[in-house]
């Protein structure tokens, strides 16, 4: 702030705030201002937080003008950056782990014995290089997850082109959750169907000491629920609280079957 800002004095702090709202007002005042923020009256507060002029006086007795900055970016901008950023963060944290999530027909998944603990690998479903596989379009399936976290809770979190959905825990998919794996993904009656050719991600989060969200309980109104910045940034401000916590990531390439 000394460097960028030129005018830091401790003993001149409201020059400093003011300076830095100006920096504000130049790089986010249109988008400030459509979040409702009166970035121009922070302009014209007065040392001790009053208005210069009469108007609205009283309302704003006592206004920190940082403090207003700040709620926005953290109500607002930083969402904004979540939403953009998130998930790329979360690929580049994730470890390696092969193949830890399969597709397989019923057939297949009927002949390895999915929901013991002697899983074995599925085949190959394609000719692909091991790390771009594949899954057909069109075909029912059944997704196996399969690592190494027994008693963690596993939160699941899937993107595509159009969709972001929580599949593990929700009411649809997975509303006993999963902590012992190898575990079958529907765990109801449902199926995977791929409709769409492209990519689809998976992010597995696998925590020691489980977080507690409200739309991380599986209920009937919201079978999928939706991950969004709101609930990431939620999400984030629970794992900060713990250390041992492990990040996953996968991706399928939807293609047409021969």
Known sequence: MKND????CENKINQTIRKVIEVFHKAYGEEMKADGVNIEALLNLKA???LKGKE???????????????????????LRWVD????????????????????????????VGVGTRGLKPLSPRSSAPKNDPTVPINQPLSMI????YPNYQMLLL??????KYILCPSFGYAPNGVNQPPMRLPQNKEVFTFEELGKEEFVAIAVENPVSLP???PREEEPLPEWNAERLKELFEQLEKQDNWQVFYQSFEVVETA
């Not at 950023?85 to 297949?108: G, H």
């Open 215 to 217: 739309w991380l309980i």
């Open 5 to 8: 800002l030129a005018v830091y």
């Open 48 to 50: 001790g937080g009053t």
């Open 84 to 111: 953009i950023n998130a998930w790329e963060i979360l690929k580049k944290q994730a470890k390696t782990a092969p193949d830890w999530i399969q597709f397989s027909t019923e057939q297949e998944t009927a002949s």
């Open 145 to 148: 997850v399969n690592l190494a």
């Open 56 to 78: 609205d006086q009283e309302s704003h007795k006592k206004i920190s003008p940082w403090k207003e900055a700040y709620k926005w970016l953290w109500n607002h901008k930083y």
């Open 158 to 163: 899937y993107r595509s082109a159009e969709m």
